[in-house]
């Protein structure tokens, strides 16, 4: 099956500097990809290629099988950028349907409405953007990405501005989107937002891809943690398999165990591993 | 084509929204309330004090003065208008963060100017042939002067209005939108002043003069259809009304040609196409 995006040796350079060095990157269809890194790192310019608006030094890009910025290409994508804006004065309403137009979408109202329902703005359709917060204004560029079902959804920060709620229903989104077969790059600082929703993760640091694989396989165990009539004790080298065993050492040593926690590593360590160990 | 007339649409429906449309609108019938008020005291005062020395028409001298000055006002605001609903459309806009969302869609960035060059020209256009043609009407009616020509003065300020597009549409793409905005209200002015130098150099014999004015009107060729417009609307005042009304800022010394039509055509689509060559390699 075609990838939604495939990246082959992606370079880009801004004059003497090098914003991507030679980047491979595949997001599957039906796959969540997170992409993390620092400020600077790479990752807007490489959503950026990807959709169009920035054209790469070396490399191949391809969306759905069409190369990246070509219309085909752009046809089969949805795209929020971190910095975007809609004019104030149009109604929500309005900046779906000139989508809607521009992306050849024949959902009429009906896709306008469901697209607004499901990113939690029902019945906000004639409000002004002006009238909104950045949250809701949020809410409305994730609908406009969702337009005309593309098979490549690119996010650039989709829940900067969002609150908990708001969080809450795009992951569910996102989620709904991946069921659906479409494949979602996710670029995002909240590194727990993609821990829970990601597929994959990919972290690049200074143009280059760092590390990456499923989330779980890049968070490491942190221990076992065990509270028992003498106190909390953590044993760090324990694993989840080791369970049993120390339970029943302590039992036949005598203590009572009123409770027992697997520890494990978060992204956010794994991630400062890459990074910060990388810059170290 | 469809994709274009969604963005002009766009645009036109920004225009309206944003109320430019309604403030050009009360300013324009302020400026033309003034220019009743002017013309039919001129015409009133030469009622007056009509018989001197040098046998003159008054009438005509009046009139294609006030129709001159009401030309350039027509051309001035159309310029202005022009510019403001231009000077951001591309960095401008990317800057704001409005011209990504509509550039990932399968739209063709050419497409994009295309449309915001028939959004600013279906304005701009009718809007400076709007404001000759009643200042034409009032001062027919303050003087019962009708100028040489309608057509051409008209047609020549709504093919200088799009030329003057097409340059914002350009420097749109190379400039933020204060620098562009006053890089294009400096070439209007520049196209101005040479076309005053031009009339100087006609009235001294000072061909080095008129040889640069020309020029300049053929680079910047709104200014050589406003002085075909100047020149075809007082073409039929002749003697000492004439010379004088020629000699003034108003007279349109030059008759820059009838090539000067598919010229300024020519060269709106050729600075149009360096638009959209900047645009695609611009990373946004």
């Not at chain 1, 165990?221 to 302590?250: F, K, N, Q």
């Amino acid at each position: 099956m075609t990838a939604a995006l495939s990246a082959r040796g992606l370079s880009k350079r801004y004059g003497k500097t090098t914003a991507l060095d030679a980047v491979d990157l595949e997001v599957a269809a039906g796959e969540l990809v997170g992409l993390l890194g620092p400020n600077g790192a790479g990752k807007s310019t490489l959503v950026k290629i990807a959709c169009g608006l920035v054209r790469p030094t070396a490399g191949d890009v391809r969306v759905a099988g069409a190369t990246a910025g070509s219309r085909a290409a752009r046809a089969s994508t949805g795209y929020l950028a971190e910095l975007f804006r809609f004019p104030g004065w149009a109604r929500a309403e309005e900046v779906l349907a000139l989508h809607q137009r521009l992306a050849r979408s024949d959902g009429g109202a009906a896709e306008r409405e469901a697209l607004l329902a499901r990113v939690g703005l029902e019945g906000e359709g004639g409000r002004r953007v002006e009238t909104m917060s950045k949250g809701m204004q949020q809410r409305l560029g994730i609908a406009q990405a969702l337009i005309g079902d593309p098979r490549l959804v690119l996010l650039d920060e989709p829940t900067s501005a969002l609150d908990p709620g708001g969080r809450r229903t795009v992951r569910d989104l996102l989620v709904g989107l991946r069921d659906q077969g479409v494949g979602v790059l996710l670029n995002s600082h909240l590194l727990s937002e993609i821990e829970l929703v990601c597929d994959r993760v990919v972290i690049i640091d200074g143009g280059r891809v760092v590390t990456e694989g499923r989330p779980e396989d890049l968070t490491a165990p942190g221990g076992v943690e065990v509270e028992t009539s003498e106190g909390v004790r953590r044993l760090p080298d324990a694993r989840r398999e080791d369970v049993p065993r120390i339970v029943r050492e302590l039992v036949a040593g005598g203590a009572e165990v009123y409770g027992v926690s697997v520890i494990s590593g978060t992204l956010e360590d794994a991630y400062l591993a890459a990074v910060v160990g990388r810059d170290g | 084509m469809s994709d274009a007339i969604t963005i002009a649409a766009h645009a036109l429906r920004e225009a309206v929204r944003r109320r430019v449309l309604l403030v050009v609108a009360l300013l324009t019938a302020a400026f033309l309330g003034l220019y009743a008020l002017a013309a039919f005291e001129a015409f009133a005062s030469l009622e007056r004090t009509s018989g001197g020395f040098i046998p003159i028409d008054e009438r005509a001298l009046a009139g294609g003065t006030l129709l001159g000055l009401a030309m350039f006002v027509a051309l001035f605001l159309g310029v202005v208008l022009a510019i403001f609903l231009t000077l951001g459309a591309v960095r401008g806009d990317a800057e704001r963060g409005l011209l990504q969302p509509l550039v990932v869609r399968p739209v063709g960035r050419t497409t994009l100017l295309i449309g915001r060059l028939l959004a600013a020209s279906a304005v701009c256009a009718p809007y400076v042939v709007i404001v000759f043609l009643v200042a034409t009407l009032i001062t027919q009616a303050a003087g019962d002067f009708t100028p040489a020509s309608l057509v051409v003065p008209a047609a020549g300020l709504a093919l200088g209005v799009i030329t003057v597009v097409a340059i914002s549409l350009l420097g749109s793409t190379l400039l933020g939108t204060t620098a562009n905005g006053i890089a294009i209200f400096m070439v209007f002015a520049t196209g101005l002043a040479a076309g005053l130098l031009g009339q100087i150099g006609d009235a001294l014999a000072v061909d080095s003069l008129t040889t640069a004015s020309s020029i300049v009107s053929w680079i910047v060729p709104f200014e050589a259809l406003y002085q075909n417009g100047l020149h075809a609307l007082t073409a039929d005042i002749d003697g000492a009304a004439g010379v004088i009304v020629q000699l003034g800022p108003f007279g349109g010394a030059s008759n820059i040609g009838a090539a000067i039509w598919p010229w300024a055509v020519a060269w709106s689509a050729a600075v149009l196409a360096l638009a959209a060559l900047a645009f695609r390699r611009r990373d946004l």
